[in-house]
């Protein structure tokens, strides 16, 4: 009777114990925490007042450095508002890619995908916030916009120019010197006969004497017709 007495006893003194010990929110409630919250716009308290953003983050949501939970859970919602939110637990890589701090077992850091935005929260199940919020991989600076580089213009080869044709020179033949032009020579005339006087016939005028040399007058004395 004095055990039971006791064991009542100390059940009695134990309740007001337990009762005043909060419950310790689940992994399960956490998400659906965040999901509610990220998609109303209308539980500003999910957000830790010491919450810490990535500088990526920051700097996407243009967040002052002295930012309060209240500031960047307004800012967070400009890109989950009205989207359909899905809240589930970050891969090893999203987290190893990502400027999260080391997640331990009563943070546990999830993925929110809300539309094409996907940001990483880490939820502290012991003040039931979010004591964290970034985004997945290497983000901490805009990567900026590069025009891309004009192909360069390759200039289309130039037509060959057509090959000139040899010139052939042919042999000279060599030109003889002109002759001077003949002076003009006077007509040579042709010698005219010289016509003998007409003289008389020869006579016979003395004896026929025979001589070596005979003259026309002594062969006429001689009887001869002289030529």
Known sequence: MNLHRSLLIAALVALPAAAQTPAKTTEQQARSYVASALMTGAAPAV???????????????????????????KAVMELTAGKQVQVRRAAGDEIAKSEAPAPVSAQPIFAVEAGDATLLVQYDLTRDNISFVGMPGAVATATPVVAPTPPTMVQAPKPAEPAKPAQIVEPQVPRLAPKPAATPVAAVRAPQPVMEATRPPLKKSGPCDIKPVMTDQDLVNCGATPR
């Open 47 to 73: 957000m830790s007042d010491k919450v810490t953003v990535s500088p990526g983050l920051r700097q996407r949501l243009r967040l002052a450095p002295d930012a309060d939970g209240a500031a960047v859970y």
